[in-house]
């Protein structure tokens, strides 16, 4: 529209100058008068035109860019209500993992290990020390019986004449410890337990005790295949004002009391 508008500007401009031009030639006087009065009325029609096409064109710039800022603005206004959602979700899921956490206790943990005379019983997949073969089986495993202080100390000067007493404020402490093997589906494979290497004291207040190289009467030592069991002794060096020292077996825990 400002484009046309312009040309006819120009158009006009130049019929005002032709009119002019015949006005004063005498004998095209007439026509001249004509022609500028025509030139005139167009100029002014379409400069009234030029103008409104220009205000036209600015309001509507200023619409388009309104109307973009609102759009803008509502866009970070949905934003921010998702962000507040999906915040609010993450922190209910949190609350709720963090409930089932407290509220769900088993056995076997150190805050709740396995009292004397029960049973842990564990399913997984193991492997044959001859075969390298891995196979699923499941294992109980009972912690009978706790002897500690004098007795222990003389069951075991009994067992070996050359091993040494406990050192000062520590005594020796004996468990009793019963495992079966179950669930192997095959006669060739066995699982193996050594009370030596595979079981540790823990303190009442978390420290790991190291024990003293004693020998000791019936060590549990075994090759199970399906449905075995064997009994054995486990033996760790404990202080003696600990009241209540844990045993571990892997990330397990049991009672001697």
Do not use: H, W
């Amino acid at each position: 529209m400002i484009g046309f508008s312009v040309l006819m500007l120009i158009l006009g401009f130049l019929g005002l100058i032709t009119g002019i031009v015949l006005i004063v030639i005498k004998k095209t006087r007439k026509a001249g008068i004509f022609t500028t009065i025509a030139s005139v009325a167009c100029g002014l029609i379409f400069s009234i035109v030029f103008v409104v096409g220009i205000i036209n064109e600015g309001v509507e710039a200023i619409d388009d860019s309104t109307s973009k800022s609102n759009t803008s603005d509502t866009s970070n206004d949905v934003s921010s209500d998702e962000s507040v959602d999906i915040n609010d979700e993450i922190s209910l899921d949190e609350e709720t993992t963090d409930s089932n956490e407290e509220t769900t206790s088993e056995e076997g943990t150190r805050a709740t290990p396995m009292p004397l005379n029960s049973t842990l019983s564990l399913t997984g997949t193991m492997m044959d020390s001859d075969t390298y073969d891995n196979f699923d089986a499941s294992i109980d495993i009972t912690v009978v019986e706790t002897i500690r202080g004098e007795k222990a100390a003389q069951m075991i000067q009994s067992e070996n004449q050359f091993n040494d007493p406990a050192p000062e404020g520590k005594e020796y402490i004996l468990n009793k410890v019963k495992v079966r093997a179950y669930d192997i589906a095959s006669p060739e494979n066995k699982f193996m337990i050594d009370g030596m290497m595979e079981f540790e004291y823990v303190s009442e207040s978390g420290a790991l005790y190291s024990g003293e190289a004693v020998v000791i009467p019936n060590e549990l030592s075994a090759t199970l295949y399906n449905d075995g069991t064997a009994e054995g002794y486990i033996q760790g060096t404990v202080d003696k004002n600990d009241a209540n020292p844990l045993i571990k077996y892997e990330k397990f825990y049991f009672s001697t009391k």
